[in-house]
Protein backbone atom coordinates (compact mmCIF):
# COMPACT_ATOMS: atom_id res chain seq x y z
CA UNK A 1 0.00 0.00 0.00
CA UNK A 2 1.36 3.26 -0.94
CA UNK A 3 0.65 6.47 1.03
CA UNK A 4 0.89 10.10 -0.73
CA UNK A 5 -0.98 12.56 1.47
CA UNK A 6 -1.73 16.17 0.94
CA UNK A 7 -3.50 17.71 3.48
CA UNK A 8 -6.84 20.22 4.09
CA UNK A 9 -9.40 19.39 6.91
CA UNK A 10 -11.83 17.01 8.19
CA UNK A 11 -12.87 13.54 6.93
CA UNK A 12 -16.48 12.57 7.03
CA UNK A 13 -17.32 9.21 8.31
CA UNK A 14 -18.96 6.47 6.22
CA UNK A 15 -22.91 5.49 7.06
CA UNK A 16 -22.98 2.39 9.64
CA UNK A 17 -26.41 0.97 10.18
CA UNK A 18 -27.57 -1.60 13.05
CA UNK A 19 -31.38 -2.38 11.39
CA UNK A 20 -33.48 -0.64 9.56
CA UNK A 21 -36.44 -0.44 7.75
CA UNK A 22 -37.32 -2.40 4.19
CA UNK A 23 -40.82 -3.00 2.35
CA UNK A 24 -42.27 -6.50 3.10
CA UNK A 25 -43.03 -8.80 5.62
CA UNK A 26 -41.21 -8.98 9.26
CA UNK A 27 -37.75 -11.32 9.02
CA UNK A 28 -35.49 -12.60 11.65
CA UNK A 29 -31.81 -12.10 11.60
CA UNK A 30 -29.86 -15.07 10.23
CA UNK A 31 -26.32 -16.23 9.51
CA UNK A 32 -24.25 -17.16 6.48
CA UNK A 33 -22.98 -20.70 6.13
CA UNK A 34 -20.58 -19.72 3.78
CA UNK A 35 -17.09 -21.23 4.77
CA UNK A 36 -14.49 -18.64 5.12
CA UNK A 37 -10.75 -19.10 5.18
CA UNK A 38 -8.28 -17.25 7.87
CA UNK A 39 -9.20 -15.80 11.37
CA UNK A 40 -11.63 -14.00 12.20
CA UNK A 41 -11.42 -11.56 15.23
CA UNK A 42 -13.54 -9.08 16.91
CA UNK A 43 -11.88 -5.46 16.19
CA UNK A 44 -10.62 -4.93 20.20
CA UNK A 45 -8.19 -2.87 18.60
CA UNK A 46 -10.54 0.11 17.92
CA UNK A 47 -12.50 -0.11 21.41
CA UNK A 48 -12.86 3.47 22.84
CA UNK A 49 -12.12 4.74 25.90
CA UNK A 50 -9.35 1.65 26.28
CA UNK A 51 -6.36 3.41 25.75
CA UNK A 52 -5.76 1.14 22.79
CA UNK A 53 -2.77 3.36 21.80
CA UNK A 54 -1.11 3.78 25.25
CA UNK A 55 -0.66 0.14 25.60
CA UNK A 56 0.59 -0.37 22.05
CA UNK A 57 3.01 1.82 23.07
CA UNK A 58 4.51 -0.61 25.53
CA UNK A 59 4.74 -3.56 22.45
CA UNK A 60 6.23 -1.05 20.45
CA UNK A 61 9.31 -0.06 23.12
CA UNK A 62 9.67 -3.26 23.44
CA UNK A 63 14.16 -3.87 22.80
CA UNK A 64 14.55 -6.37 20.20
CA UNK A 65 18.08 -8.41 19.95
CA UNK A 66 19.35 -8.06 16.42
CA UNK A 67 21.40 -11.27 15.00
CA UNK A 68 24.54 -9.29 15.80
CA UNK A 69 23.79 -8.77 19.07
CA UNK A 70 22.69 -5.62 19.44
CA UNK A 71 18.98 -4.27 20.14
CA UNK A 72 16.48 -1.69 18.40
CA UNK A 73 13.16 -1.23 19.41
CA UNK A 74 9.57 -3.21 17.99
CA UNK A 75 7.93 -0.02 17.37
CA UNK A 76 10.61 1.19 14.54
CA UNK A 77 10.42 0.98 11.22
CA UNK A 78 12.31 -2.07 10.01
CA UNK A 79 10.11 -4.82 11.18
CA UNK A 80 7.61 -3.27 8.76
CA UNK A 81 10.50 -4.50 5.93
CA UNK A 82 10.98 -8.16 5.17
CA UNK A 83 14.64 -7.13 4.99
CA UNK A 84 16.54 -4.12 6.03
CA UNK A 85 19.90 -3.10 6.74
CA UNK A 86 21.05 -3.33 10.45
CA UNK A 87 20.83 0.22 11.91
CA UNK A 88 23.88 -0.12 14.37
CA UNK A 89 25.89 -2.28 12.30
CA UNK A 90 25.25 -0.79 8.63
CA UNK A 91 27.22 -3.85 7.01
CA UNK A 92 25.10 -6.49 6.88
CA UNK A 93 21.14 -7.36 6.28
CA UNK A 94 18.66 -8.68 8.61
CA UNK A 95 15.44 -10.74 7.68
CA UNK A 96 12.58 -9.15 9.86
CA UNK A 97 10.92 -13.21 10.73
CA UNK A 98 13.77 -14.66 11.35
CA UNK A 99 15.01 -11.79 13.58
CA UNK A 100 11.48 -12.12 15.37
CA UNK A 101 11.70 -15.68 15.45
CA UNK A 102 14.78 -15.81 17.64
CA UNK A 103 13.69 -17.66 20.79
CA UNK A 104 14.94 -14.86 23.49
CA UNK A 105 12.56 -12.11 20.93
CA UNK A 106 9.71 -14.81 20.11
CA UNK A 107 9.10 -14.60 24.11
CA UNK A 108 9.39 -11.50 25.15
CA UNK A 109 6.69 -10.71 22.47
CA UNK A 110 4.60 -13.41 23.33
CA UNK A 111 4.80 -12.10 26.95
CA UNK A 112 4.38 -8.83 26.74
CA UNK A 113 1.08 -9.34 23.91
CA UNK A 114 -0.15 -11.82 26.45
CA UNK A 115 -0.07 -8.76 29.72
CA UNK A 116 -1.70 -6.17 27.08
CA UNK A 117 -4.09 -8.20 26.41
CA UNK A 118 -5.04 -9.70 29.46
CA UNK A 119 -5.00 -5.45 30.41
CA UNK A 120 -7.67 -4.92 27.42
CA UNK A 121 -9.90 -7.75 28.97
CA UNK A 122 -9.59 -6.66 32.51
CA UNK A 123 -11.16 -2.82 31.45
CA UNK A 124 -13.29 -4.43 29.27
CA UNK A 125 -14.79 -6.29 31.96
CA UNK A 126 -14.42 -3.02 34.53
CA UNK A 127 -16.27 -1.22 32.00
CA UNK A 128 -19.16 -4.23 31.68
CA UNK A 129 -19.73 -3.91 35.09
CA UNK A 130 -22.38 -0.42 34.23
CA UNK A 131 -24.09 -3.31 32.00
CA UNK A 132 -24.64 -6.07 34.35
CA UNK A 133 -26.11 -3.04 36.78
CA UNK A 134 -29.11 -2.35 34.75
CA UNK A 135 -29.20 -4.49 31.27
CA UNK A 136 -33.06 -3.95 30.68
CA UNK A 137 -31.76 -0.40 30.34
CA UNK A 138 -29.24 -0.94 27.70
CA UNK A 139 -32.05 -3.36 25.90
CA UNK A 140 -34.55 -1.03 26.03
CA UNK A 141 -32.44 2.25 24.27
CA UNK A 142 -31.22 -0.04 22.42
CA UNK A 143 -34.87 -0.76 20.48
CA UNK A 144 -36.17 2.69 21.47
CA UNK A 145 -35.09 4.14 18.16
CA UNK A 146 -36.34 1.91 15.99
CA UNK A 147 -39.50 2.03 18.17
CA UNK A 148 -39.36 6.01 17.52
CA UNK A 149 -38.67 5.30 13.73
CA UNK A 150 -41.69 3.42 13.56
CA UNK A 151 -44.00 5.97 15.48
CA UNK A 152 -42.76 8.49 13.14
CA UNK A 153 -43.00 6.66 9.68
CA UNK A 154 -47.12 6.03 11.03
CA UNK A 155 -47.61 9.64 11.31
CA UNK A 156 -46.19 10.82 7.94
CA UNK A 157 -48.89 8.59 6.03
CA UNK A 158 -51.53 8.58 8.77
CA UNK A 159 -53.93 10.48 7.28
CA UNK A 160 -53.62 7.91 3.98
CA UNK A 161 -54.43 5.04 5.40
CA UNK A 162 -54.96 5.33 9.23
CA UNK A 163 -56.52 2.42 9.99
CA UNK A 164 -54.90 -0.23 7.87
CA UNK A 165 -51.61 1.51 9.31
CA UNK A 166 -52.07 1.40 12.94
CA UNK A 167 -53.12 -2.32 12.63
CA UNK A 168 -50.07 -2.70 10.94
CA UNK A 169 -47.88 -0.75 13.22
CA UNK A 170 -49.36 -2.59 16.34
CA UNK A 171 -47.78 -6.19 14.40
CA UNK A 172 -44.06 -4.56 14.30
CA UNK A 173 -44.27 -3.46 17.94
CA UNK A 174 -45.62 -6.76 18.72
CA UNK A 175 -42.51 -8.66 17.06
CA UNK A 176 -39.93 -6.19 18.19
CA UNK A 177 -41.10 -6.19 22.04
CA UNK A 178 -41.13 -10.17 21.66
CA UNK A 179 -37.60 -9.66 20.78
CA UNK A 180 -36.97 -7.50 23.35
CA UNK A 181 -38.10 -9.97 26.18
CA UNK A 182 -36.34 -12.55 24.50
CA UNK A 183 -32.85 -10.71 25.14
CA UNK A 184 -34.41 -9.89 28.64
CA UNK A 185 -34.99 -13.39 29.37
CA UNK A 186 -31.12 -14.57 28.33
CA UNK A 187 -29.46 -11.58 29.94
CA UNK A 188 -28.53 -12.71 33.05
CA UNK A 189 -27.12 -16.18 31.29
CA UNK A 190 -24.64 -14.34 29.13
CA UNK A 191 -24.02 -11.62 32.00
CA UNK A 192 -23.01 -14.80 34.05
CA UNK A 193 -21.08 -16.78 31.36
CA UNK A 194 -18.69 -13.32 31.21
CA UNK A 195 -18.42 -13.51 34.87
CA UNK A 196 -17.20 -17.55 34.57
CA UNK A 197 -14.97 -16.22 31.96
CA UNK A 198 -13.55 -13.78 33.87
CA UNK A 199 -12.91 -15.82 36.86
CA UNK A 200 -11.11 -18.37 34.48
CA UNK A 201 -8.94 -15.92 33.21
CA UNK A 202 -7.76 -14.27 36.78
CA UNK A 203 -7.29 -17.91 37.64
CA UNK A 204 -4.02 -18.28 34.68
CA UNK A 205 -0.75 -19.11 35.91
CA UNK A 206 2.32 -19.26 33.97
CA UNK A 207 4.82 -21.09 36.09
CA UNK A 208 8.10 -19.74 36.63
CA UNK A 209 10.21 -22.66 36.88
CA UNK A 210 9.08 -23.78 32.82
CA UNK A 211 11.73 -23.87 30.24
CA UNK A 212 11.44 -21.12 27.10
CA UNK A 213 9.63 -23.01 24.93
CA UNK A 214 7.46 -24.55 27.53
CA UNK A 215 6.48 -20.83 28.68
CA UNK A 216 5.98 -19.35 24.83
CA UNK A 217 3.50 -22.33 24.72
CA UNK A 218 1.74 -21.31 27.78
CA UNK A 219 1.95 -17.48 26.88
CA UNK A 220 0.02 -18.73 23.54
CA UNK A 221 -2.50 -21.26 24.70
CA UNK A 222 -3.40 -18.81 27.93
CA UNK A 223 -3.65 -15.58 25.16
CA UNK A 224 -6.16 -17.42 22.65
CA UNK A 225 -7.88 -17.96 26.16
CA UNK A 226 -8.26 -13.84 26.60
CA UNK A 227 -9.16 -13.32 23.12
CA UNK A 228 -11.87 -15.71 23.67
CA UNK A 229 -12.59 -13.47 27.01
CA UNK A 230 -12.29 -10.32 24.39
CA UNK A 231 -14.95 -11.70 22.16
CA UNK A 232 -17.27 -13.23 24.60
CA UNK A 233 -17.88 -10.00 26.86
CA UNK A 234 -17.82 -7.29 23.33
CA UNK A 235 -20.00 -9.92 21.83
CA UNK A 236 -22.47 -9.63 24.72
CA UNK A 237 -21.99 -6.13 24.84
CA UNK A 238 -23.65 -6.15 21.92
CA UNK A 239 -26.01 -8.33 22.39
CA UNK A 240 -27.30 -5.72 25.59
CA UNK A 241 -27.07 -2.49 23.93
CA UNK A 242 -27.73 -3.51 20.08
CA UNK A 243 -31.27 -4.64 18.61
CA UNK A 244 -32.01 -6.50 15.51
CA UNK A 245 -34.58 -4.60 13.57
CA UNK A 246 -35.10 -0.76 12.03
CA UNK A 247 -37.33 1.04 9.70
CA UNK A 248 -36.48 0.35 5.81
CA UNK A 249 -38.00 3.36 3.55
CA UNK A 250 -41.58 3.64 2.39
CA UNK A 251 -43.00 3.60 -0.79
CA UNK A 252 -46.00 5.24 -2.00
CA UNK A 253 -48.23 2.78 -2.63
CA UNK A 254 -51.59 1.32 -1.41
CA UNK A 255 -49.98 -1.90 -0.70
CA UNK A 256 -49.27 -1.77 3.72
CA UNK A 257 -46.27 -3.59 3.13
CA UNK A 258 -44.96 -1.29 0.74
CA UNK A 259 -45.99 1.76 2.17
CA UNK A 260 -45.11 1.28 6.26
CA UNK A 261 -41.52 -0.93 5.34
CA UNK A 262 -40.77 -3.39 7.25
CA UNK A 263 -37.90 -4.46 9.38
CA UNK A 264 -35.01 -6.23 8.52
CA UNK A 265 -32.10 -7.55 9.77
CA UNK A 266 -29.00 -5.96 10.13
CA UNK A 267 -25.57 -7.02 8.11
CA UNK A 268 -22.79 -8.56 10.04
CA UNK A 269 -19.29 -7.26 9.44
CA UNK A 270 -16.14 -9.04 10.62
CA UNK A 271 -12.45 -8.22 9.51
CA UNK A 272 -9.87 -11.25 9.23
CA UNK A 273 -6.24 -9.54 10.10
CA UNK A 274 -2.76 -10.81 10.01
CA UNK A 275 -2.23 -12.09 13.27
CA UNK A 276 1.15 -11.00 13.36
CA UNK A 277 0.34 -7.52 12.84
CA UNK A 278 -0.99 -6.02 16.25
CA UNK A 279 -3.11 -2.67 16.30
CA UNK A 280 -3.99 -0.45 14.03
CA UNK A 281 -0.91 1.41 13.67
CA UNK A 282 1.05 -1.69 12.18
CA UNK A 283 -1.68 -3.18 9.79
CA UNK A 284 -0.59 -3.18 6.21
CA UNK A 285 -3.74 -5.58 5.34
CA UNK A 286 -7.07 -6.58 6.24
CA UNK A 287 -9.71 -8.07 5.06
CA UNK A 288 -13.58 -6.80 5.55
CA UNK A 289 -16.14 -9.90 5.55
CA UNK A 290 -19.80 -7.93 5.05
CA UNK A 291 -23.16 -10.61 5.68
CA UNK A 292 -26.11 -9.29 3.90
CA UNK A 293 -29.26 -10.57 5.64
CA UNK A 294 -32.85 -10.64 3.98
CA UNK A 295 -31.41 -10.06 0.66
CA UNK A 296 -34.55 -10.57 -1.20
CA UNK A 297 -35.46 -7.39 0.41
CA UNK A 298 -33.58 -5.50 -1.52
CA UNK A 299 -33.96 -6.94 -4.24
CA UNK A 300 -37.97 -5.83 -4.30
CA UNK A 301 -36.28 -2.31 -3.84
CA UNK A 302 -35.14 0.17 -7.04
CA UNK A 303 -32.13 1.42 -5.11
CA UNK A 304 -30.29 0.48 -2.33
CA UNK A 305 -26.68 0.81 -0.68
CA UNK A 306 -25.32 -0.83 2.84
CA UNK A 307 -22.07 -0.31 4.27
CA UNK A 308 -19.82 -2.42 6.26
CA UNK A 309 -18.45 -1.75 9.90
CA UNK A 310 -15.21 0.16 9.00
CA UNK A 311 -12.13 -0.99 9.54
CA UNK A 312 -8.53 0.59 10.75
CA UNK A 313 -5.44 0.06 7.92
CA UNK A 314 -2.62 2.89 9.13
CA UNK A 315 -4.37 6.29 8.99
CA UNK A 316 -7.04 5.23 6.86
CA UNK A 317 -10.96 4.28 7.70
CA UNK A 318 -11.91 1.53 4.83
CA UNK A 319 -15.39 -0.05 4.01
CA UNK A 320 -17.04 -2.06 1.82
CA UNK A 321 -19.93 0.00 0.14
CA UNK A 322 -22.54 -2.75 -1.36
CA UNK A 323 -25.72 -1.03 -4.02
CA UNK A 324 -27.83 -2.88 -5.50
CA UNK A 325 -30.07 -1.22 -8.32
CA UNK A 326 -32.59 -1.78 -10.91
CA UNK A 327 -31.29 -1.07 -14.35
CA UNK A 328 -34.91 -1.97 -15.78
CA UNK A 329 -37.76 -3.45 -15.13
CA UNK A 330 -36.17 -6.89 -14.06
CA UNK A 331 -32.46 -6.73 -14.11
CA UNK A 332 -31.01 -5.91 -10.92
CA UNK A 333 -26.99 -4.64 -10.93
CA UNK A 334 -24.65 -5.36 -7.66
CA UNK A 335 -22.07 -3.05 -7.47
CA UNK A 336 -19.24 -3.25 -4.84
CA UNK A 337 -17.07 0.00 -3.74
CA UNK A 338 -14.14 0.31 -1.35
CA UNK A 339 -14.85 3.80 0.32
CA UNK A 340 -11.59 5.47 2.15
CA UNK A 341 -11.64 8.24 5.38
CA UNK A 342 -8.86 9.84 6.62
CA UNK A 343 -8.30 9.70 10.63
CA UNK A 344 -6.22 12.81 10.01
CA UNK A 345 -9.31 15.05 9.78
CA UNK A 346 -8.28 15.38 6.09
CA UNK A 347 -10.55 16.33 3.57
CA UNK A 348 -7.82 15.72 0.70
CA UNK A 349 -5.28 12.84 0.29
CA UNK A 350 -3.87 10.48 -2.14
CA UNK A 351 -3.29 7.31 -1.34
CA UNK A 352 -3.88 3.54 -3.64
CA UNK A 353 -4.62 0.35 -2.73
CA UNK A 354 -4.72 -3.54 -4.51
CA UNK A 355 -8.51 -4.42 -3.44
CA UNK A 356 -9.67 -7.70 -4.41
CA UNK A 357 -13.45 -8.28 -3.99
CA UNK A 358 -15.20 -11.59 -3.38
CA UNK A 359 -18.64 -12.88 -3.86
CA UNK A 360 -18.51 -16.16 -1.86
CA UNK A 361 -20.56 -19.06 -2.97
CA UNK A 362 -22.29 -20.78 -0.29
CA UNK A 363 -21.84 -24.42 -1.32
CA UNK A 364 -18.03 -24.36 -2.90
CA UNK A 365 -15.26 -21.59 -2.35
CA UNK A 366 -13.65 -22.87 -5.72
CA UNK A 367 -16.80 -21.55 -7.44
CA UNK A 368 -15.97 -17.94 -5.63
CA UNK A 369 -16.25 -14.84 -8.11
CA UNK A 370 -13.52 -12.85 -7.60
CA UNK A 371 -12.47 -9.45 -9.29
CA UNK A 372 -9.38 -7.15 -8.69
CA UNK A 373 -8.33 -3.74 -9.02
CA UNK A 374 -5.87 -1.31 -8.06
CA UNK A 375 -8.32 1.65 -6.61
CA UNK A 376 -7.14 5.52 -6.63
CA UNK A 377 -7.78 7.81 -4.36
CA UNK A 378 -7.68 11.86 -3.88
CA UNK A 379 -10.41 12.59 -1.41
CA UNK A 380 -13.12 11.39 0.24
CA UNK A 381 -15.11 9.04 -1.72
CA UNK A 382 -15.71 5.59 -2.65
CA UNK A 383 -13.86 3.71 -5.84
CA UNK A 384 -14.93 -0.07 -6.89
CA UNK A 385 -16.85 -1.87 -9.47
CA UNK A 386 -20.12 -0.39 -10.46
CA UNK A 387 -21.48 -4.02 -11.96
CA UNK A 388 -19.66 -6.94 -10.52
CA UNK A 389 -22.47 -9.19 -11.33
CA UNK A 390 -26.55 -8.86 -12.87
CA UNK A 391 -29.50 -10.56 -12.67
CA UNK A 392 -32.87 -10.68 -13.29
CA UNK A 393 -33.96 -12.91 -10.31
CA UNK A 394 -32.26 -14.72 -7.06
CA UNK A 395 -31.98 -18.10 -9.24
CA UNK A 396 -29.69 -16.45 -11.58
CA UNK A 397 -27.07 -16.03 -8.81
CA UNK A 398 -27.06 -19.93 -8.16
CA UNK A 399 -25.13 -20.47 -5.07
CA UNK A 400 -23.78 -17.08 -4.46
CA UNK A 401 -27.60 -16.88 -2.71
CA UNK A 402 -27.68 -18.68 0.40
CA UNK A 403 -31.38 -19.50 0.04
CA UNK A 404 -31.56 -21.29 3.18
CA UNK A 405 -30.51 -18.20 5.11
CA UNK A 406 -31.51 -15.56 2.48
CA UNK A 407 -28.59 -13.86 2.29
CA UNK A 408 -24.87 -13.10 0.12
CA UNK A 409 -21.49 -13.36 1.68
CA UNK A 410 -18.84 -10.48 0.33
CA UNK A 411 -15.64 -9.64 0.83
CA UNK A 412 -12.89 -7.60 0.51
CA UNK A 413 -9.04 -7.58 1.08
CA UNK A 414 -7.20 -4.75 1.21
CA UNK A 415 -2.85 -4.26 0.99
Same mark, same amino acid.
Given at each position: ????????????????????????? =?????? $????????????? @?? !????????? &?????????????????? %?????????????????????????????????????????? #???????????????????????????????????????????????????? %? *?????????????? /?????????????????????? /??????????????????????????? #??????????????????????????? =?????????????????????????????? &??????? $????????? /????????????? @?? #? &???????????????? *????????? &???????????????????? !???????? !?? %????????????????????????? %????????? =??????
Amino acid at each position: MSFGIQQTNAAASSGQQFFAFSSSK =LTQQKQ $SSSSIEGKVKTDF @WS !IDNLNIAEK &LDEINKLKIILPCGFDVE %YGKKYFKETNFNCPICKDHTISSENCLNMTRNKLFLNEKLFE #LKKKIFEELVNNFEEYKKDPEHFIESSHEKCINDTDLRREEINLMLKEEIDN %Y *YEDLSKEINLEKES /KLNKANEKINGVDSKRAEIESI /KIDENLDVHSKINAFKSNTISIDDGIN #LVSSVQDFLTQAKFKLTDSKNEIDIDD =LFGELFSKENTSFIYNENEIGDNNRSEATI &LLVINDF $SVFTRTENF /KIFSKPCTVKNFE @WS #L &LVKISRECKKQHRLGV *YLQCNSLDG &LNRFSVNVNAQFTLLDSKNQ !INNLTKSE !IL %YFDKEKYQGIQSFIEFDDLSDLNNY %YNRENDSIT =LKVTIN
